[in-house]
C-alpha cells in the first residue's frame, strides 16, 4: 500500500493466524480488556487476540463516550461552544479553548490584544506541564508503579489547578478564552504566583526525574517497546510528543508560528528510538523548555486590555467561509474546522482530536509485544477518551 | 551499576516521606471536612439572582425577565416566563419580572455564560458546592425563591466584582435621576425651542451595557 509521491510505508507484520485446534500450541485467546478496565483511562475497549502472552492482533473500539459534541456546536451559537470545549481532553481545557477562540477569530476577522495573546501563551504551557506530569504518572501507574510516582505528579498539578482557578474560577472546565482575548485579567499577585510555580517547577522535575528516569525497571518495561517508525507515524497523521519521539522534529509552535511563540526561543526535543521511553523522555525535555517559555512570557507580558473593545462575543455571524486553526496542545496538533453559512451557528464544526489520530496505530505499536506491555503502550499514547470519542 | 537508579528513587521517596515529619509546609493534603482552604474569590459554581433587600427578595429582584440567558445557555438549563404586570424596580421605573425563573442544577455546566451576558447584573455565580440533595428534580431544580440572594451575600462572595457593579448601578441610577430632575424641571419652566438634554441619557445607556466581569 504505497501512495504515490510518499516514500513507501512500511506496514508491522501481520497477524499470524494459526488452526483453531492446534494441539501443539493450543488455542489462540481472544480477550475484551474494558470499557471498564483500569489501565485504559477511562471507557475505551481494547479487543486483543493472545497466543500466550504475544499480541497477534488488537482492535481498539471507542465510542462509549460519545456526547454529540460537534453536532451539538452546530445548533448552539458560537460562544455557546466554547465551555463544551473544555470537556473534550479536560485535562487541557485552556489549549482547547485558544484553539476554539484562534478559528472563531480567524473566521470572523477579530484582532487579539498583545496582552491577551502573552496570557494565552503562559496559559497553553502551564497546560503542557500540567498535562506532560500527569502523564508520567499515569504511564508509571500503568507499568504498575502504584501510587508514589501518580502522587507526587497530581501534588505539582495541583498548584497549576490552583492557579486556574484562582484566574477562570475553575480548576479544569476553565472556559477562559473569549473571541478576541481573554475573560479576565491577570491580576500581578497572579502573575507572581505563576512565576514562583515556573522558578521552583524545574527542581520538581529534577525530583522526578531522580526518581523515575535513572530507574532499572522503568527502562526495562520502556525500552524498545512500542516502536513506531517515523515513516509510520507521518504517514499516519501521528502529532504531538508521540511524533517527536521518533525523531521528526515537528512542532506546531515553530511550524505556524500562532500567537507570539515566535518571540519566543525554545527548543524542540526530538526523540531517537521511537518506544515509549523516548516518549517519556521527550515528555520530560518539552516540560523543561516550557519552564523557559513561561519565564520569558511572564518577564516581558505587557498592560493594556485583554479583551479587545470592539471584540463580539454574542450575536456573532461571520461572512461565509470555512477556517481551519490549530495549535500545538500537549497531547499535538489540536484543530478546529469551521464552515460559516452567514448564521448565527456554524454550518460545520469539526474537531480534529490529537488523542484521536495517535490512538488509530495503536495496533501497529503493540502487536508482537505481550499484553502487559500493551498497557503500558496504551498509556504511553496518552490519551483522553473525551476527545477520543467527543 | 545496575540497582543505582533504583536506590536514588528510594532517596526520593525517603526524603519526601521523612520531610513531612518535621516540615508542616509538605503536608500538601486537608482533612476536607474538618479543614477547609479558602476558595478563591473567582471560583464559580451555580448561578443565583440578585436581590436589592434580604426582606422582600421576590420584590426586588434585578432580573428584569428579558431571557438574554435563557438564550445563551449552552445547555439550555434556564426556564424564564415573563409576569403579565409590573412592579417598580430599585430604580421605581415599573418592569417586568420573572413569573417563573427555574434553573436545573443537574444540567448546568457553570460555564458563567448566563453571568457574562446579563445587561443587568440580575444573575451571579454562587460558591455553595455542598448541594447534595436526596431529591433529584424538587432538589436539583432551582426555583427563583430558592435562587435569590440578597446583594449583601453578593458582596461577601465576590467583593471585588460587587463593588464594581455597585459603582456603576449608582451611577446609573444618578443618571436616570437627574434625568427624571431635568425632565421636571423642563415641564416647570415655559416652553423654549432647546433640545432635552440628551447626555445624561446617553450617559445611562453606557452604564446599562454589559461588561465583563472581574476576576
Not at chain 1, 237 to 254: C, E, H, I, N
Amino acid at each position: 500500500m504505497n501512495i504515490p509521491g510518499l516514500p513507501p510505508i512500511e506496514l508491522a507484520p501481520g497477524p499470524q493466524i494459526r488452526a483453531v485446534h492446534d494441539e501443539l500450541h493450543g488455542d489462540l485467546l481472544e480477550l475484551s480488556m474494558g470499557p471498564h478496565h483500569p489501565s485504559t483511562h477511562g471507557v475505551f475497549r481494547m479487543v486483543v487476540t493472545l497466543d500466550g502472552e504475544t499480541v497477534v492482533k488488537l482492535k481498539p473500539v471507542f465510542g462509549y463516550l460519545h456526547r454529540n459534541h460537534e453536532k451539538i456546536a452546530e445548533a448552539t451559537s458560537y460562544l455557546a461552544s466554547m465551555p463544551y470545549t473544555d470537556r473534550l481532553d479536560y485535562l487541557c481545557s485552556m489549549t482547547n479553548n485558544w484553539a476554539y477562540a484562534l478559528a472563531v477569530e480567524r473566521l470572523s476577522g477579530q484582532a487579539v490584544p498583545e496582552r491577551a495573546e502573552y496570557v494565552r501563551v503562559i496559559l497553553a504551557e502551564l497546560t503542557r506541564l500540567l498535562n506532560h506530569t500527569c502523564l508520567a504518572g499515569f504511564l508509571l501507574q500503568d507499568g504498575g508503579a502504584s501510587g508514589t510516582p501518580l502522587m507526587y505528579a497530581f501534588r505539582e498539578r495541583e498548584k497549576i489547578l490552583d492557579l486556574f482557578e484562582s484566574l477562570s474560577g475553575s480548576r479544569m472546565m476553565c472556559n477562559y478564552q473569549r473571541f478576541g482575548g481573554c475573560r479576565a485579567d491577570p491580576s500581578p499577585d497572579w502573575l507572581a504566583a505563576a512565576s514562583t510555580l515556573a522558578e521552583g517547577y524545574g527542581r520538581f522535575l529534577d525530583e522526578y526525574e531522580a526518581l523515575l528516569t535513572g530507574n532499572e525497571i522503568l527502562m526495562a518495561r520502556t525500552q524498545g517497546i512500542g516502536r513506531l517508525s517515523p515513516k509510520l507515524a507521518v504517514s499516519a497523521g501521528v502529532t504531538g510528543p508521540m511524533l517527536r519521539a521518533t525523531g521528526v522534529g515537528y512542532d506546531v509552535r515553530k511550524v505556524d508560528g500562532y500567537g507570539v511563540y515566535p518571540r519566543f526561543p525554545f527548543r524542540v526535543p526530538v526523540g531517537a528510538h521511537g518506544d515509549v521511553y523516548d516518549r517519556y523522555m521527550v515528555r520530560i525535555l518539552e516540560m523543561r523548555e516550557s519552564i523557559g517559555i513561561l519565564r520569558q512570557a511572564l518577564r516581558d507580558i505587557p498592560a493594556g486590555p485583554i479583551l479587545d473593545p470592539k471584540s463580539k462575543q454574542r450575536g456573532l455571524r461571520p461572512k461565509a467561509g470555512e477556517v481551519y486553526s490549530r495549535i500545538e496542545g500537549p497531547k499535538g496538533e489540536i484543530g478546529f474546522f469551521l464552515i460559516s453559512d452567514g448564521g448565527p451557528n456554524p454550518y460545520r464544526y469539526r474537531v480534529r482530536p490529537p488523542s484521536l489520530v495517535n490512538l488509530t496505530i495503536l495496533e501497529d505499536m503493540c502487536l508482537g509485544q505481550s499484553i502487559a506491555d500493551s498497557v503500558v503502550i496504551l498509556g504511553s499514547v496518552d490519551i483522553v477518551l473525551g476527545e477520543v470519542d467527543r | 551499576m545496575l540497582g543505582i537508579g533504583l536506590l536514588q528513587g528510594l532517596a526520593v521517596t525517603a526524603r519526601n516521606f521523612l520531610g513531612s515529619f518535621h516540615d508542616p509546609k509538605r503536608f500538601v493534603t486537608v482533612q476536607y471536612p474538618e479543614e477547609r482552604t479558602r476558595l478563591p474569590e473567582a471560583y464559580r459554581n451555580f448561578p443565583f439572582l440578585v436581590s436589592e433587600s434580604a426582606e422582600d427578595p421576590m420584590g426586588t429582584l434585578r432580573c428584569v425577565a428579558c431571557q438574554i440567558c435563557e438564550k445563551e445557555c449552552p445547555p439550555q438549563c434556564i426556564y424564564i416566563e415573563k409576569s403579565r404586570d409590573k412592579k417598580p424596580d430599585a430604580g421605581g421605573r415599573p418592569q417586568i419580572y420573572p413569573a417563573v425563573f427555574d434553573i436545573d442544577i443537574a444540567v448546568c455546566m457553570s460555564c458563567q455564560i448566563c453571568v457574562e451576558v446579563c445587561p443587568f447584573d440580575a444573575i451571579k455565580m454562587d460558591q455553595v458546592f455542598e448541594l447534595a440533595a436526596t431529591d433529584r428534580f424538587g432538589g436539583l431544580v432551582l426555583d427563583r425563591h430558592a435562587l435569590a440572594k440578597p446583594n449583601s451575600y453578593f458582596q461577601q462572595v465576590h467583593p471585588a466584582e460587587a463593588a464594581d457593579v455597585d459603582e456603576r448601578l449608582a451611577a446609573a441610577r444618578r443618571a436616570a435621576e437627574e434625568k427624571a430632575r431635568a425632565a421636571a424641571a423642563a415641564k416647570l419652566a415655559p416652553p423654549r425651542p432647546a433640545p432635552a438634554p440628551k447626555p445624561p441619557a446617553a450617559q445611562s445607556a453606557e452604564a446599562q451595557k454589559p461588561s465583563p466581569p472581574a476576576a
